[in-house]
Nanobody, 116 residues
Framework: QVQLVESGGGSVQAGGSLRLSCAAS?????MGWFRQAPGKERERVAD???????SYADSVKGRFTISEDNAKNTLYLQMNSLKPEDSDMYYC?????????????WGQGTQVTVSS
């Protein structure tokens, strides 16, 4: 069982930056950030696997950076050049099965609001 706690959300003007953090209670194989607005489908934002490989949704490439501090079991999402359409609830997720990235654990979410 892995518990995830996100932090770092807030309100910012378009063009600004925010950094989200996700503290995990144990070791993970892969971690990711997702976002979802009310009434909309959940969207994958970025993933990172234990070997350091990363992937991003096209909508955030070049603006967002996912990283992790393995010593602290903490995942980060640096979000730059934020746009109003980035406004969503952001969720951290973790998978623990080695070699297979399946997200079984989810955080409670942190709200990001970008005003124009």
């Amino acid at each position: 069982q892995v518990q995830l706690v996100e932090s770092g959300g807030g309100s910012v003007q378009a063009g600004g930056s925010l950094r989200l953090s996700c503290a995990a209670s144990g070791s993970t194989y892969c971690m990711g950030w997702f976002r979802q607005a009310p009434g909309k489908e959940r969207e994958r934002v970025a993933d990172i696997v234990s070997d350091g490989s990363t992937s991003y949704a096209d909508s955030v490439k070049g603006r967002f950076t996912i990283s992790e501090d393995n010593a602290k079991n903490t995942l980060y999402l640096q979000m730059n050049s934020l746009k109003p359409e980035d406004s969503d609830m952001y969720y951290c997720a973790a998978g623990v099965t080695a070699g297979l990235c399946v997200y079984h654990y989810w955080g409670q979410g942190t709200q990001v609001t970008v005003s124009s």
